[in-house]
C-alpha cells in the first residue's frame, strides 16, 4: 500500500471518529505535558538542595564537643569541653585545611535607641564569613588586629536589622548598640542567608570578635564550636584524621 494511500486511510479514520481522535490526543498531551513537568520538578529541587549545600559550604567540618566517657559508659548529661587552645592546636597542626573558626555565643538583649531584641551574640574571628559563606550587603566584618585589640565592633544579621525597627542596612551602619550594656559600633550588615534549620535562624545572630566576647562580654574561654575549611572537597576524609 502506498504511503498516500495509507495517509488517507488515517485522514479518514480520525474524521470518522472524531470524539475518539480528540480524547487520543488530549491523554497523549497530557501524559507528555506531566512527564516534562514532573522532570522539571525534579531537576528545580536538585538544584535547589545543591545550592543550599553550597551555600553552607561542601568543605566545612565542624568539632563539637563530645559526650565524657567514664568507666566506658558515656555521661547522658556531661559534655566535654572546647577551649581557645585547642583551636589554635588544630591551626597549628591539622594539614589538608584552609581555615579554622572558633566560635562562642550567648543570648543577650541588643538595644539600639529605644528598641531592644533578644538575640544570639557570636564570638568569633575575622575569617567567618569565608569559612561560612558570608557575603557583606553593607559595611565590612572587623580584622585580626581589630580582634587582638578587643575592639567592641559588630557584624549583625538582616534579621536583627529588622527586628530594632529598622528599614534598611545602610541604616544601622555606623550605629551605636549596646549588649548586656557594653557599647559596640555596627560596622557591617551581611547578606541574607535564609532560614533553613528550624532551631537556628542564621540572619538572626550578631558578630563581635572572640576576644572582645571572651573578656569583655561572655566572660569565658569556653567554646561552642570549631568549624574547619578543607582545602578541597578531595582534603577532607584527610582533613578529619590529621
Not at 10 to 19: P, T, V
Not at 20 to 44: D, F, H, Y
Not at 205 to 211: C, G, H, M, S
Request: glycine share 10%.
Amino acid at each position: 500500500m502506498l504511503f498516500g494511500e495509507v495517509l488517507r486511510v488515517a485522514l479518514g479514520a480520525l474524521r470518522a471518529n472524531k470524539l475518539r481522535s480528540l480524547l487520543t490526543m488530549l491523554g497523549i498531551v497530557i501524559g507528555v505535558a506531566a512527564v516534562i513537568a514532573m522532570v522539571a520538578l525534579g531537576s528545580g529541587a536538585q538544584t535547589a538542595i545543591k545550592e543550599r549545600i553550597a551555600s553552607l559550604g561542601t568543605t566545612l567540618l565542624t568539632v563539637s564537643p563530645g559526650q565524657i566517657f567514664g568507666r566506658g559508659v558515656a555521661s547522658g548529661s556531661d559534655r566535654a569541653r572546647l577551649y581557645m587552645k585547642d583551636a589554635e592546636a588544630i591551626e597549628r597542626q591539622a594539614k589538608y585545611i584552609a581555615g579554622v573558626q572558633p566560635e562562642m555565643s550567648g543570648q543577650y538583649q541588643i538595644q539600639y535607641q529605644n528598641a531592644n531584641t533578644n538575640t544570639q551574640v557570636v564570638g568569633t574571628t575575622a575569617n567567618y564569613m569565608t569559612v561560612r559563606k558570608y557575603e557583606l550587603e553593607k559595611g565590612r566584618m572587623f580584622t585580626d588586629g581589630e580582634d587582638r585589640s578587643r575592639q567592641r565592633f559588630a557584624v549583625v544579621g538582616p534579621q536583627v536589622v529588622t527586628n530594632l525597627g529598622l528599614q534598611t542596612p545602610e541604616a544601622i551602619v555606623g550605629e551605636q548598640i549596646r549588649i548586656r550594656g557594653i557599647q559596640f559600633t555596627v560596622i557591617g550588615v551581611f547578606k541574607s542567608k535564609g532560614q533553613s534549620n528550624p532551631f537556628f535562624n542564621p540572619d538572626e545572630q550578631v558578630l563581635i570578635p572572640i576576644t572582645t566576647a571572651r573578656f569583655r562580654v561572655i566572660g569565658s574561654d569556653r567554646l561552642r564550636s570549631i568549624s574547619v575549611l578543607a582545602a578541597t572537597e578531595d582534603d577532607i576524609p584527610m582533613a578529619t584524621c590529621r
